[in-house]
Nanobody, 126 residues
Framework: QVRLVESGGGLVQAGGSLRLSCAAS????????AGWFRQAPGNERDFVAAISWDLGNSRYADSVKGRFTISRDNAKNTVDLQMNSLKPEDTAVYYC???????????????????WGQGTQVTVSS
């Protein structure tokens, strides 16, 4: 089990930027796919971005491509989400997640069980 703590959320105007960070504790982080999801009020939790354990690949939801960038530092056990050109529709609680299985593919990440953080609120005003 990996413990995850997110930080960096807040209130920003449309067009602005925020950087979310997720600190992980646990020996398996460096060999597990990690990613970000978000949940707006009344909506399901949606995939945002993921990055493979070996930093070789990343995937993004169509709604954030070209605006968000996911990165990780396995030496520091962190995974970050740089969010640029923010829109009001990006407003949500953002959750960090780590695959419970080591060395799984990005495709498997969506269906595999995961460890979750507590979430951090991002609010984009128009």
């Amino acid at each position: 089990q990996v413990r995850l703590v997110e930080s960096g959320g807040g209130l920003v105007q449309a067009g602005g930027s925020l950087r979310l960070s997720c600190a992980a504790s646990g020996r398996t982080f460096s060999t597990s796919t990690a990613g970000w999801f978000r949940q707006a009020p009344g909506n399901e939790r949606d995939f945002v971005a993921a990055i493979s354990w070996d930093l070789g690949n990343s995937r993004y939801a169509d709604s954030v491509k070209g605006r968000f960038t996911i990165s990780r530092d396995n030496a520091k056990n962190t995974v970050d989400l740089q969010m640029n050109s923010l829109k009001p529709e990006d407003t949500a609680v953002y959750y960090c997640a780590v695959d419970s299985f080591s060395r799984s593919s990005l495709l498997a990440f969506h269906r595999n069980p995961k460890s979750w953080g507590q979430g951090t609120q991002v609010t984009v005003s128009s």
